[in-house]
């Protein structure tokens, strides 16, 4: 009797935007963010020719290296119908990438298809994957920074709660102005270093003040600044982005116990 073939249709197509946080001080969220996205049922490719989104030289008002920087990732990430990176800053950047183009019709063209396929993570999971299927176990109290660029760029608000909701024994205890900069800011933080580390304070008394034990947040940028100063203070709140939580990818040490 000759074999029976089922057609299993080809599982739809994500571009891992890693970051150059994520690579360089964290991968351990790449690879959260990756086993997310295929639990969702999604390929994931991670072009190796993607770079830095170019957000610091856009904030520093260097406009020539930004497009520079911007032609490439548009070029790595062109053919995919879904770029997904675990920042709302970095992807909030791609999102002012037809503004550089403004000149350049051909390339403004590109970068607003680009812009209308880049998802932060958890809005992805969320907005476009609506996934339910969260398989994780974390026993302990959670609060959740809300980054600038995600929050008030991308829309990211109740995306990551919603999916924390799902996992097991997991309590969220809400801060006190959760939406507030923590004073990271990128550049921010090296040209106004007193003025930042002022707002970290006051995010650091407000996370204590929740009476939660773990810090989470989307955006890498903000959790190590905010462990640092955690770890100066004295305070012991383990700091992880989200993705760790929900892709129950915990085992590595907190954010800040070693890179910090």
């Known amino acids: 009797m000759p074999a029976v073939h089922t057609y299993t249709p080809a599982r739809p197509k994500v571009a891992l935007f890693v970051t150059c946080l994520v690579d360089m001080f964290r991968p351990g969220v790449g690879f959260a963010a990756v086993k997310l996205l295929e639990q969702a ?6 072009p190796p020719t993607q770079t830095c989104c170019g957000q610091p030289a856009f904030n520093s008002g ?21 770029v997904v990176g675990p920042s709302g800053s970095c992807i ?6 037809p503004e550089l183009f403004a ?3 051909a390339w ?20 476009v994957a609506q996934f339910q299927g969260i398989d994780a176990q974390f026993d302990g109290t959670v609060t959740y920074h809300d980054s600038c660029s995600g929050l008030r760029e991308l829309g990211v608000k109740q995306q990551p709660r919603t ?9 969220l205890k809400e801060m006190e102005e959760s939406e507030t900069c923590c004073g990271f800011g990128g550049t921010f933080c090296v040209k106004y270093p007193d003025i930042s580390n002022r707002m970290v304070s006051n995010k650091t008394r407000f ?52 890179e910090v």
Request: glycine share 10%; aromatic share 6%.
């Open 41 to 46: 049922g999604y390929s994931v490719e991670v």
């Open 207 to 258: 996370i204590k003040d929740s009476g939660a034990n773990t810090l989470l947040g989307g955006d890498l940028g903000c959790l190590l600044n905010m462990a640092g100063k955690l770890k100066r203070e004295g305070i012991d709140v383990q700091v992880r982005h989200v993705a760790e939580v929900l892709a129950d990818a915990c085992h590595q040490p907190a954010i800040g116990d070693a």
């Open 163 to 171: 999916l924390l909701g799902q996992v097991k024994g997991l309590e």
């Open 108 to 127: 403004q063209q590109r970068a607003e298809k680009l812009a209308t396929r880049a998802w932060e993570l958890t809005s992805f999971l969320q907005d």
């Open 103 to 105: 000149d350049e019709p």
């Open 62 to 82: 260097d406009r020539l290296t930004t497009k520079d920087i911007a032609r490439q990732v548009i070029d790595a990430f062109e053919d995919y119908p879904y």
């Open 92 to 97: 909030g950047m791609l999102h002012h990438y």
